[in-house]
T-cell receptor, first 112, second 116 residues
Framework: GAVVSQHPSWVICKSGTSVKIECRSL??????MFWYRQFPKQSLMLMAT?????????EQGVEKDKFLINHASLTLSTLTVTSAHPEDSSFYIC????????FGPGTRLTVL | AQTVTQSQPEMSVQEAETVTLSCTYD???????LFWYKQPPSRQMILVIR??????QNATENRFSVNFQKAAKSFSLKISDSQLGDAAMYFC?????????????FGKGTRLHILP
């Protein structure tokens, strides 16, 4: 099946700093990628839909200025958590839309 | 708006036995996809099975099968001959058929324990 990678797999940062997470489709082109957030023992919550070459569409309640999404190519979307705070600590998962939706392995973010 | 409901937060089954996970959904659309995803402790989302709503035949994948009742908006997953590796969080999910780029809507999940 198609492969989606995420980098880094885990990151620890200080409060107030920014963190960038990359999502890559390794063997297919994805015009659409999705970013999810998952709290412990909870379901995946869609944060935004990322479309190549255009602005991302954010779900209600997600701060677009805090969670910056860039989809500059057909194989790469990035999520930047700006001015991170401890409450942003979570597991972030991306997925890429090929002939089906394929999920990355996730990134665990811990903000101290 | 579409919703997906999983009413069983946790379930347990003896190894080699059969277990059924329940899922109901709500939609006004006539064409859509339904999925069951597995999330093991590694947290990698794995597609277990997919059902197209226009197909009357229930999807099967080896030990995994679904009971799709379109009129009742029910989509249960049956796991036969349960194995220790089946222990995971299982999410029922919905996606629109018309809008190919539409988002996947997940249920809250059912944690499945396999008892040796």
């Amino acid at each position: 099946g198609a492969v989606v990678s995420q980098h880094p797999s885990w990151v620890i940062c200080k409060s107030g700093t920014s963190v960038k997470i990359e999502c890559r489709s390794l063997d297919f082109q994805a015009t659409t990628m999705f970013w999810y957030r998952q709290f412990p023992k909870q379901s995946l919550m869609l944060m935004a839909t990322s479309n190549e070459g255009s602005k991302a569409t954010y779900e209600q309640g997600v701060e677009k200025d805090k969670f910056l999404i860039n989809h500059a190519s057909l194989t790469l979307s990035t999520l930047t958590v700006t001015s991170a705070h401890p409450e942003d600590s979570s597991f972030y998962i991306c997925s890429a839309r090929g002939n089906e939706q394929f999920f990355g392995p996730g990134t665990r973010l811990t903000v101290l | 708006a579409q919703t997906v409901t999983q009413s069983q937060p946790e379930m347990s089954v003896q190894e080699a036995e059969t277990v059924t996970l329940s899922c109901t959904y709500d939609t006004s659309e006539s064409d859509y996809y339904l999925f069951w995803y597995k999330q093991p402790p590694s947290r990698q989302m794995i597609l277990v099975i997919r059902q197209e709503a226009y197909k009357q035949q229930n999807a099967t994948e080896n030990r995994f099968s679904v009971n799709f009742q379109k009129a009742a908006k029910s989509f249960s997953l049956k796991i036969s001959d349960s194995q220790l590796g089946d222990a995971a969080m299982y999410f029922c999910a919905y996606r629109s058929y018309v809008n190919r780029d539409d988002k996947i809507i997940f249920g809250k999940g059912t944690r499945l324990h396999i008892l040796p």
